[in-house]
Nanobody, 115 residues
Framework: QVQLVESGGGLVQAGGSLRLSCAAS????????FAWYRQAPGKQRELVAD???????NYADSVKGRFTISRDKPKNMVYLQMNVLKREDTAVYYC?????????WGQGTQVTVSS
């Protein structure tokens, strides 16, 4: 079965950096699109960034210029490099894979940014 496993979250000071990883398994992902979402306490889940099979990317305005999404197709890995982190980036970050017939989500990884 398809599994998405996020890692790399943690506690970081404002202005710092973190790199999230999403390991995908259980299917062929070369044509899949991936995305990172986040959900802060009391808020709706929101799109952070996505990347299609051709490598095209899209970012939320709030993270443009600070976050970079990338993928390693041979390794079935997707990354989110987060720089200049702000307190408002604190959230659970989820990896999402869009395959032809279904959408899959990971379990999430907590990112906490302290001032």
């Amino acid at each position: 079965q398809v599994q998405l496993v996020e890692s790399g979250g943690g506690l970081v000071q404002a202005g710092g950096s973190l790199r999230l990883s999403c390991a995908a398994s259980g299917s062929t992902f070369s044509s899949a699109a991936f995305a990172w979402y986040r959900q802060a306490p009391g808020k709706q889940r929101e799109l952070v960034a996505d990347i299609n099979s051709a490598g095209g990317t899209n970012y939320a305005d709030s993270v443009k210029g600070r976050f970079t999404i990338s993928r390693d197709k041979p390794k079935n890995m997707v990354y989110l490099q987060m720089n200049v982190l702000k307190r408002e980036d604190t959230a659970v970050y989820y990896c999402k894979a869009v395959l032809p017939r279904y959408v899959y989500w990971g379990q999430g990884t907590q990112v906490t940014v302290s001032s």
